[in-house]
């Protein structure tokens, strides 16, 4: 995994702030200056910040959880759904639909009737159906798939939230703080970090900027899924191995068993009866 030089995230216009009147005084930390009115980023901290925050989400990725990628502004929104779905992660770049975590069960139940839709246009049940009637199931499948269609695998709750401008997604944060799952944003001069576990300051509103932030996340997260694929690999081969050594083993711990084994004692010899010899006879007296 390779972290964008200081250069390179200077390029893309990550250290551009907000208007000074428009600031959240928590964000102090991670400005380095102010010019012409506008907040200046410290791109050190964001190069640093960017950094843990791969990382941590390459171990995520790893141990085979999901990450949720939550973006609905316009600059963020074709890149999210391009990268999420290079490492097949959930994402949602329409209406954030309220209580989607807290609410989550209500959230599968959408998901299910898609896909039970699904069902009924390969069984031929739609067929049977009214123009009418079609023509509503058509509708209500579309807009099920354009809100949820990107989350459809989305089987339990993710392990963490990815968020570009958590101002804009409040409501997704407020959710998974509540619930206790970790957060990683992109934080601009305007928005609370309070809340937030992984912070990376960072111009949120510049397309060039979000891009090169979710290259590095994305890049990092391959790289977890690629360890764990060899992984998994590894130890299939070595129980394959182990399961064909298996019935070759047998005979030879039986053979050392009997080997092992002390012969058992012989049996002691019956020892034969003595013969008790004739008492001497006693010459009779004359």
Not at 146 to 153: F, P, Q, V, Y
Not at 244 to 257: F, L, N, S, T, V
């Amino acid at each position: 995994m390779s972290t964008p030089t200081f250069e390179q995230l200077l390029e893309a216009g990550c250290h551009f702030g907000h208007l000074k009147r428009k600031w959240n005084p928590a964000m102090a930390p991670y400005i380095f200056m102010e010019r012409n009115g506008i907040h200046i980023l410290d791109l050190y901290k964001t190069q640093a910040k960017l950094e843990e925050a791969a990382n941590a989400l390459k171990s995520i990725a790893k141990s085979g959880k999901k990450v949720l990628f939550v973006a609905t502004k316009k600059q963020a929104k074709q890149v999210i759904a391009n990268k999420a779905t290079s490492i097949g992660m959930p994402y949602v770049i329409e209406r954030w639909p309220g209580g989607m975590l807290t609410n989550f069960p209500t959230i599968r139940k959408a998901v299910k009737k898609m896909t039970a839709i699904d069902k009924m246009t390969k069984d031929g049940t739609f067929d049977n159906l009214s123009k009418r009637e079609k023509l509503q199931i058509t509708r209500q499948r579309a807009k099920l798939e354009k809100n949820l269609g990107s989350i459809a695998d989305l089987n339990r709750l993710p392990a963490a939230l990815f968020v570009v401008d958590v101002h804009k997604e409040h409501i997704a944060v407020a959710e998974a703080v509540r619930l206790g799952i970790p957060v990683f944003a992109m934080v601009d001069t305007n928005s609370d970090p309070n809340n937030i576990d992984f912070v990376i300051p960072a111009n949120d509103d510049a397309s060039k900027s979000i891009e090169i932030v979710l290259d590095t996340v994305i890049a990092a997260m391959n790289e977890g899924l690629e360890e764990r694929k060899v992984e998994k690999a590894d130890s299939e081969a070595a129980e394959a191995q182990a399961e064909e050594e298996a019935p070759k083993a047998a005979p030879r711990r039986e053979r050392r068993a009997r080997v092992a084994r002390p012969a058992a004692p012989a049996a002691p010899a019956a020892e034969a009866p003595v013969a008790e010899a004739p008492a001497a006879e006693t010459p009779a007296a004359e």
